[in-house]
């Protein structure tokens, strides 16, 4: 079996090695291809990666390449975890919005219909090579904006999957909450990626007993501190909302907060720089505890868990949380909407399990932010000032003429080097 990973020269990676170190019964790798425009960053990350693979005992081959035709050739699945514009255009995805007092973050907002352009173009022509050279690959997109990027492999017709670690992240940390192993927390996960809710914590089952009373009533100051949320809000809403919520639930303070701190974005330079020297130690063979930090937790669990399940001819019944069509999961939207739920996993792709229906609290939201996804996936294809501005005006957290003008103008000035138009 080969896996081919685009962008893997990320100071992510050696978290996804880990985990194919850990789990190769489960995904039993025979050659690892890191692919990455930057040879420095790919000569620090693959040698660490073979010195894990090495302690490890796993007998699996580890390449590295900037060819990307080379990487892709003859892989069985492509994991996508690129940066286009890397952490100098997060940054800027960070800032500029907080100028219009608007919320500066990569993947939502502004910032992240910046991040969706330029991001977009590059995915879909990796996603050709991958259907020229490896035709019965799995692409397996882990860049964000999830949803927007997935809904433009899917609607051009490439065998993708969609995935993100909140909900793994919320399973873990539920299951330590509740003294239990985590494959016995299921969540009924509902939403679009980076909008979620958790609308019930099931212990043995789909079926099983619906804990999330429990928890909000025993932990729920613990779960609001995380999600940097009020507890009454929690209890309110009788749900546990993605931490992404905030954006939308607190979206003033979030500003005010913004204005006054670092970016993430230069945060997480810092922590690279770092991170690359550690890296670059010979006697360095184990992912560094400051790589929890970077952010991605579980994402090797989840990465492996899904690969296995696209590729393994026995995976039909695996249940996963992914991001794929809704192909009706959630009536209000189209069929073609990208949505993140529970979903039955194996080689004929993801298939989204039933949901209740969603409250229109959570409805409304979810039918809004998708019509942006829209016209986001549109202005990204297509290009131009004014998709930019219908986007923007569309958005929730925009929303006004004045402010969607403003955006637009600065969104376009600070990426015309990704826009052939501007």
């Known amino acids: 079996m080969k896996l081919a990973v685009v962008g893997g020269g990320s100071t992510y990676t050696p978290e996804l090695i880990d985990g194919f170190a850990r789990l190769r019964d489960t995904l039993p790798v025979e050659e690892l291809a890191l692919i990455d425009p930057d040879a420095h960053r790919l000569e620090l990350v693959g040698g660490l990666a073979r010195r894990i693979f090495a302690k490890q005992g796993h007998p699996g081959r580890i390449v590295t390449t900037s060819d990307l035709a080379a990487g892709v050739e003859g892989a069985d699945a492509v994991l996508l975890q690129l940066r286009v514009g890397g952490q100098a255009a997060r940054n800027q995805d960070e800032t500029w919005p907080l100028e219009c007092g608007c919320v500066g973050q990569e993947t939502t907002g502004a910032g992240g219909l910046a991040k969706a352009m330029r991001t977009v173009p590059v995915v879909l022509d990796i996603a050709e ?41 919320f399973q873990r940390r539920f299951a330590a909450r509740l003294g239990v192993a985590p494959e016995q927390v299921h969540l009924d996960h509902v939403g679009l990626n980076h909008l979620t809710w958790e609308r019930a914590v099931r212990i043995g089952g789909p079926g099983g007993e619906d804990v999330l009373p429990k928890l909000l009533s025993e932990h729920g100051d613990d779960i609001a501190a995380d999600l940097h949320l009020p ?4 209890d309110r809403l009788g749900v546990v909302p993605s931490y ?10 979030v500003v005010r907060e913004l204005r006054t701190s670092p970016s993430r974005a230069s945060q997480v330079a810092a922590m690279e720089k770092e991170l690359l020297e550690m890296y670059g130690d010979p006697a360095l063979d184990e992912k560094p505890e400051l790589l929890a930090k970077r952010g991605g937790a579980f994402y ?13 001819p026995t995976a ?15 009536p209000f939207l189209a069929d073609d909407a990208v949505i993140e739920v529970p979903a039955t996993v194996g080689p ?6 039933p949901v ?9 939201l979810v039918a ?8 986001a996936l549109d202005a990204a294809l297509r290009g131009g000032r004014d998709r930019v501005f219908t986007a923007l005006l569309a958005h929730p957290l925009v929303g006004q003429y004045d402010l969607a003008e403003q955006l637009t103008d600065r969104l376009v000035a600070h990426n015309r080097e990704h826009f052939a138009w501007a």
Do not use: K, M
């Open 129 to 169: 090579q991958v259907r020229r050279l490896a035709p019965d690959a799995w692409i397996i997109d882990f860049t964000n904006p999830v949803g927007i990027v997935t809904r433009a492999l899917l609607q051009a017709g490439h065998r993708a999957v969609g995935l993100c670690n909140v909900a793994i992240g």
């Open 231 to 234: 507890r009454p809000v929690l």
């Open 244 to 253: 992404y919520l905030r954006y939308y639930y607190a979206h003033d303070e």
């Open 300 to 312: 090797s669990e989840a990465a492996v868990a899904l690969a296995a399940s696209l590729l393994r």
């Open 316 to 330: 039909e019944g695996d249940v996963q949380v992914v991001n794929t069509y809704n192909n009706g999961t959630l």
């Open 348 to 353: 004929q792709g993801a298939q989204p399990l």
């Open 356 to 364: 209740p229906p969603l409250e229109p609290l959570f409805a409304g």
């Open 368 to 375: 809004n932010v998708t019509a942006y996804e829209d016209l």
